[in-house]
């Protein structure tokens, strides 16, 4: 089942958003969330990360202006975005973390994404 991210939308330089990503139970407890995007001409890349126990981390362009997080209960994700500049423009999209340390994200479960687009 494809996670399903949304609350994106046109915000201004300096703005903020919170994305929200639904998921399944039992699976989205058990596993790392991330979130991940995709500029348009450019590929896919991974932003932030959480451990189903709670580890954080960034990618360095978002460092003290994002914050991931996770309600286990709602499973439900987060993605904080404050300060946000035109370059954070892009498609983002949540998925399971496959593997920590390549950031990767899960195969079948890319759904459609939620666009984010930010003005200067």
């Known amino acids: 089942v494809q996670l399903q991210a949304s609350g994106g939308g046109l915000v201004q ?59 286990n209960a709602k499973n439900t994700g987060y993605l904080q975005m404050s300060s946000l500049k035109p370059e954070d423009t892009a498609v983002y999209y949540c998925n399971y973390v496959v593997d920590w340390s390549k950031r990767e994200g899960a195969r079948g479960y890319w759904g459609q994404g939620t666009l984010v687009t930010v003005s200067s």
Do not use: M
């Open 13 to 71: 330089a300096g703005g903020s958003l919170r994305l929200s990503c639904a998921a399944s139970g039992t699976i989205f407890r058990n596993n790392g969330l991330g979130w991940y995007r995709q500029a348009p001409g450019k590929q896919r890349e991974w932003v932030a990360l959480i451990s189903s126990g709670g580890t954080t981390i960034y990618t360095d362009s978002v460092k003290g202006r994002f914050t991931i997080s996770r309600d």
